[in-house]
């Protein structure tokens, strides 16, 4: 890089456009206010999302999968590299990922899919839906983390403070449970 460039660091990115983690609770969100929050993680740029799929037995986990993939065709993006909130080792947290376009229609399927909300952790027999993901850009906007009953939101200051003054709760880190 030449003397000539700046380089970009925390120093030279207005503070108000740092990227901040807030931690959500998935008790201290009703159905209704998740699904606000998804449509408010639209307002600022959410893009896309991912979703997992699973279950007792494989074969019926992959026909639920199958069935939301069918559902949600006509919105599915080319699989792309994205952060993902688990995996078997730290190297796989970035990985192939099927995404869909998040839009009007997407949020109807993923209301289909978590009735109960987006925190929704809800292990049934024949399958289940966990760990949703919205992505920005590319980049993980929000991430649910549904077996551990916590979501993690990357957001600027701006945003984080927009965040409260909408009402949603959020943590500065993880919050301890006794």
Known sequence: MSSLTPSLTTS?????????KRFLVPSEYSPDDSWRLVEWCRSLGADEFTVDTLGADPAQADSLHRQFGRAAAAH??????????????????????EVWALNEDTVGILRHAFPAGIFQYDPRDGGWFEDPILYREGELMLGVLSHEAFAVLRVSERE??????????????LPRFS
């Not at 030279?12 to 901040?20: A, E, G, N, R, S």
């Not at 699989?79 to 909130?85: D, N, P, S, Y």
């Open 12 to 20: 030279t990115i207005p503070p108000l456009l740092l990227p901040v």
């Open 160 to 173: 984080s403070a927009q965040l409260a003054a909408a009402g949603f709760p959020s943590h500065d880190s």
């Open 76 to 97: 599915a993006r080319p699989q792309a590299k994205r952060e993902r909130m688990s995996g078997k080792t730290a190297d796989a947290l970035v990985r192939d990922t």
